[in-house]
């Protein structure tokens, strides 16, 4: 069942509301670990029995809302994203309870409805495209659906989608941990045809409709990549079973987006495509924190000193890192020192040479080249520190250089270095794939 959500927010504050539900297709999930855990997440709901209190179903996310809520723009006007909570089709009328974190990162109640199941819709939507599978390795239950769709891909781009497809998902399957646990996925993927190729790039002055309204320009910043018409994601990703889903944007700007348990996007056709899929996937799929710290973002920064300990597996503000203190070797210090002056020297040079490209329409071309180069330099830097390679407590993460530490020197979630996944960011997308590929 997919239940669907107005989510609105502003000065007044936050309101949820309630739209319908309807039939979301076989359930992809486990169907005997209902009851999630891990704590990740900004908003997470549980679905209840109404007469015993139990809870049947929970889940945490992310969402376009909680990514708004970060841009400051709440303080000054009101939005309504759509939002959809998924679960298993209750035999009988259920609660379902929406939970968001407070001040202090605990969740609290926000929301609540009784769902009957005999007022839902039951009949399955249409397909909007053609579901085909690129691997398969047992029934949904039991695996993790990992569902692909195009989007800005033409009629005539097809066989180019399938080819990305392909190329792309061999390359997440080169990472570890979803390398060694390639036999716990099954990859599905989505023709979804739009009229033209290519997407919404307003900055550029490119228009287009597609399907899913993927764009450039999310909330003020130019490569950010993501729909904010999570309804039409939902009704179109229906069409085949999956628990995470990953969108394919065919364009050459660099670009992506990542939300946990939401949507992830990466533009195929830059030449960090690699970089995009992976990085953004590891933020859908594990809720992991962008490591980095020097680049522009949308967010508001530099309030980190009244917020909590952050939930996400691979950022603290514990300079001991109590989170990922068994994965310490003996002997390191902690907080972990590091060539931090000279690393921000070297990336601010490089963000106002981005920023002078960015400014004067350079191609694309221009862009992925200057990364090119900064990803040389930054590789030999933080590979050749005294703590290279161990895992610590090295300040500056999540987007703020004081107070915030990450567990690497080097992540594929601080730089574009290829270096895949550090050992904590590594155990958390562990811990997502046991949670969906356990039967
Ligand atoms: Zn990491």
Redesign the pocket.
Known sequence: MRVDLFHTGGPKGEIVALDRAVDDGPWPGSRTRLLDDTNLGTHYFEIRNPRTNAVLYSRGYSSMYSEWETTGEPKKMSRTFPESLRFPWPKEPVQVVLYRRDAAGAFQPLFTAVVHPAAANPAPRPPLGKAWTVFENGPAASKLDLLVLGEGYAEKDLPKFHADVKKLVDLLFTYEPFKSRKADFNVRALDLPSAESGVFRPDSKIFRRTPLSVQYGIFGSERYVLTYDERALREAASAAPYDFLEILVNDARYGGGGIFNDQATAAVDSSWAEYLFVHEFGHHFAG?AD?YYTSDVAYETGMNADKPEPWEP?VTADSKAFKWADLVERGTPLPTPWEKETFETRSHAIQKTRRALVASGAAPSALDDLFRAEAKEETALLGSMKWAGKVGAFEGAAYEAKGLY???AD?I??TRDNVG??P??RRAIGRVIDEYSRP
């Open positions: 992991l490591e691979n990450r567990s690497s992540c979630m601080f996944f550090c904590v960011c």
